[in-house]
């Protein structure tokens, strides 16, 4: 029987961390927040009762060391852990030293993690209690040899799966024999680094399938739940983007089908506290088994959102060995909820992972809105976390109601400082496939949204940047002298950089009205206002407000989702333009050097890899643009590298 507490200690950071000591706070219960020195002025300290510093920013050295967690625990006198999501959720040795420590494990037991989050014996679990599955190998033997053997058997396309992964990674499509190899040695990496061991399973890949997960909560009396139904097709690498409750395609019937499978799957395993079993869904209404996650998932905003219950909170109770207050007759879902996951990362670029500090932000709001965020303005986003900074989920009474808010919350959103997938999941909510309901799995892959690029700024959206950056140069004149010359108009010429253009303009400027024209296109504008990082326009009676942030001689500006990063370089000194010329090669993202295969003086051939760099869970490679020599070398194993830095320099080959 599972022990009273009254202090919980969250193992967590970021959204998740602020969301559990909210419902914890509210339940009545004290609250304990742990922080990497990273982290030290994050919203989750400031929101906790008190708060114990764990370490370093790496998370092997602060938010994965379970002695540091519980010695934590112990400090601050917390009786209870909840570990969140990602970091030790799934960690059967940190439940089993909860236990072994006197301390609540608000999740399932040891065993339970163990038996479902490991991929191999939760299939044998499920299969043994008669629950459908997706045809695969998940045996002992994890030779190349054996591995092969058992994809030829299965039959193209596969998909290789770390045991013990999650989140995407250590996950590897295969579509023909000749991918085999490097799918088998990439997933082993990938999942080695991320958990701890390289055991691999096989699946059929079921394609053009829908991804539905079922969310489960069993007390430690036998009861056990279902709290309907999410849908979660809409995934880029086999991470999740967009999830929703409940599934368009759902009947009753099916719903009581995959209802009762997930329960049995849970009771099979001696599960208890909330999770999440998943399946994939055919379009002949069959379901099979894919993994059950033994925690709290992500997406649990939109189950709440449409049963109207804390799921934070059933999980406290159940942590206490209470019996759940709610039976199965009890769950009805009432209209729709959707939730997009915003990441820090840049869809023009591959949606390479981006960092730095957030200027400005204000979170939407709205009826039937909801934002599930860890944000303020001045906040780091470091590389040594996860990508995902918040969740804007929106409820409707009808699906197309609650995408309508969603579109329009993540339009009223505003995020300066670091670049973000906003644009993107605006242009996924408002395809026709999506919009209708009909998203599979594949759907970003074949829907044609991946050909996302950074449009070019409009001349309009130039003259509002030179004019927010002229009125910062004027602030300390009077209104009646600004702008003011003899001659009428004054003209300013300005030079503005993005990316890697350069705009050279020249503005008129007079009081409070700006111009500007190139070629056979004018504009002019009216500033009203400038005032606490906002910009208020007036055009013939038509007047708009523009957030925007200005650090020295940056600035970001938003306009709509589309948010503009400019830099005035009017006075900026000449550049040489013959740089370091062909054969430089840059970090394409802010990460760590997890692996590297080439020394001064190697020879390489074009597309080799020649370095490995990992951050916020992605792994990028940097190879070779063409034959040749490696001249220089400026990193080494384990070095942290910035955006754009040089990391090596090939000498071509001489042509033959």
Request: charged share 20%.
């Amino acid at each position: 029987m599972s022990q009273g507490y009254q202090k919980i200690l969250i193992a967590n950071r970021g959204e998740i961390a602020c969301r559990v000591i909210r419902s914890a706070q509210a339940q009545g219960y004290l609250t304990v927040a742990v922080y990497s020195e990273a982290d030290r002025n994050a919203l989750h300290v400031q929101l906790a009762d008190e708060a114990v510093c764990i370490g370093p920013p790496a998370v092997g050295e602060s938010y994965l060391k379970m002695d540091t967690i519980l010695a934590a625990a112990k400090r601050s006198g917390a009786d209870a852990i909840h570990p969140g999501y990602g970091f030790l959720s799934e960690n059967a040795s940190f439940s089993e030293a909860c236990s072994q420590a006197e301390i609540t494990f608000i999740g399932p037991s040891g065993d339970a993690i163990d038996s479902m989050g490991d991929k191999a014996k939760a299939k044998a679990i499920i299969l043994a209690a008669d629950v459908p599955c997706v045809p695969g190998y998940s045996g002992d033997a994890q030779d190349d040899v054996t591995l092969k053997t058992e994809i030829n058997k299965i039959g193209y396309p596969v998909l290789l799966k770390a045991v013990a992964g999650g989140g995407g990674r250590g996950m590897r499509v295969v579509r023909k024999a000749d991918e085999v190899d490097d799918a088998i040695a990439m997933a082993r990496f990938e999942a080695q680094n991320a958990f701890g061991s390289d055991v691999l399973l096989v699946e059929k890949l079921l394609e053009h399938t829908r991804h539905v997960e079922i969310q489960i909560i069993a007390d430690e009396h036998g009861n056990c739940i279902h709290l309907g139904e999410r849908d979660c097709s809409v995934q880029r690498r086999h991470q999740k983007v967009v999830e929703e409750s409940p599934c368009p395609v759902m009947t009753p019937e099916l719903r009581e089908a995959m209802g009762a499978a997930a329960v049995k799957a849970a009771l099979a395993a001696g599960y208890v506290n909330a999770g999440t079993v998943e399946f994939l869904l055919d379009d002949d209404h069959q379901f099979y088994f894919l993994e059950m996650n033994t925690r709290l998932q992500v997406e649990h905003p939109v189950t709440e959102m449409v049963t109207g219950m804390d799921l934070v909170a059933m999980q406290l109770q159940v942590a206490q060995g209470q019996a759940l207050s709610v039976k199965q007759a009890d769950v009805e879902l009432n209209g729709h909820a959707i939730e997009v996951r915003l990441y820090a990362e840049n869809p023009a670029l591959d949606f390479a992972p981006q960092m730095g500090t957030i200027h400005r932000w204000v979170s939407p709001n709205g009826e039937g809105v909801r934002v599930d965020h860890a944000l303020k303005d001045g906040a780091e986003v470091t590389p040594f976390y996860d990508a995902m900074i918040a969740k804007v989920i929106a409820w409707g009474a009808t699906r197309e109601e609650s995408r309508t808010r969603l579109v329009a919350a993540l339009q009223r959103m505003t995020i300066l400082g670091v670049t973000t997938n906003n644009a993107f999941l605006q242009e996924v909510l408002g395809h026709d496939v999506f919009s209708l309901g009909e998203a599979r799995t594949d759907f970003i892959e074949t829907s044609g949204v991946l050909a996302f690029e950074n449009t070019q700024p409009t001349l309009e959206q130039l003259l509002i940047a030179s004019a927010i950056f002229i009125e910062r140069d004027a602030s300390g004149i009077s209104p009646l002298l600004k702008g003011w010359h003899s001659t009428g108009k004054v003209e300013i010429p300005i030079k503005l950089a993005w990316e890697d253009e350069v705009f050279e303009l020249n503005v008129e400027f007079n009081n409070n009205r700006y111009s500007i024209s190139r070629e056979d296109e004018a504009v002019e504008i009216q500033v009203d206002s400038i005032y606490d990082g906002s910009v208020q326009l007036h055009d013939e009676g038509h007047n708009t407000s523009i957030n925007f942030a200005l650090q020295d001689l940056s600035l970001f500006i938003a306009f709509d989702s589309e948010v503009i990063h400019l830099r005035d370089i009017t006075y900026a000194p000449l550049v040489n333009e013959e740089e370091a010329g062909n054969g430089v090669l840059k970090a394409p993202m802010l990460g760590q050097v997890v692996e590297l295969h080439v020394a001064m003086g190697d020879h390489v051939e074009k597309d080799d890899v020649l370095v490995v760099l990992e951050a916020m869970k992605m792994v990028n490679h940097i190879v070779a643009p063409f034959s040749g020599t490696v001249e220089s070398l400026s990193v080494a194993m384990g070095n942290q590298v910035d955006a754009a830095q040089a990391v090596l320099t090939l000498t071509p080959d001489e042509p033959e």
